[in-house]
């Protein structure tokens, strides 16, 4: 697996994932409906227009999905245990329909498991950015990463 191990992981590591994705109308509105979310701002376009926006905004979970998606082939792929959480999570500008993604991750703290010999904990910032380089979203996760095996 590509996915990195424990041992790996240096504080203040950057990672400037080549993975980038174009959002669609299709993603936008499958995510809202799939998650059961009717927020017309999301799948209205009629209401849409009348908004501050003038358009639909991309749901920002599916953002969030994107922008630590992309982080996973680089950092975390076969080498994850689970996600602990998310920290810190913010949308600054909305994502529109067309908006190219890019992702950066860095790491924010590396530490051994207390209960679990074979893991540890990894912090990570990741920081999304549209075409035009401006910040979308920024989440901290913490992430129980697989050591190197023996």
């Not at 950092?75 to 689970?82: D, K, N, Q, Y």
């Not at 913010?90 to 991750?105: A, L, N, Q, S, Y």
């Amino acid at each position: 697996m590509p996915g990195l191990y424990l041992e790996e992981f240096t504080v203040g590591q950057v990672f400037r994932h080549p993975l980038r994705r174009t959002v669609t109308e299709s993603d936008n509105v499958l995510f809202s409906v799939m998650t059961l979310n009717p927020q017309p701002l999301h799948i209205d376009f009629d209401f849409a227009a009348r908004t501050e926006w003038g358009k639909p905004l991309v749901n920002s979970l599916f953002t969030l999905g994107l922008m630590i998606g992309i982080s996973v082939n680089d950092i975390t792929v076969g080498t994850t245990v689970a996600n602990l959480g998310m920290t810190e999570t913010i949308f600054p500008h909305p994502v529109f329909h067309g908006d190219t993604i890019r992702v950066e991750t860095t790491v924010l703290s590396v530490r051994e498991s207390r209960s679990k010999p074979d893991r540890g904990i990894v912090e990570f910032e990741h920081r999304a950015y549209n075409q035009n380089d401006v910040l979308v979203a920024k989440c901290v996760r913490q992430a129980m990463m697989l050591k190197k095996p023996t």
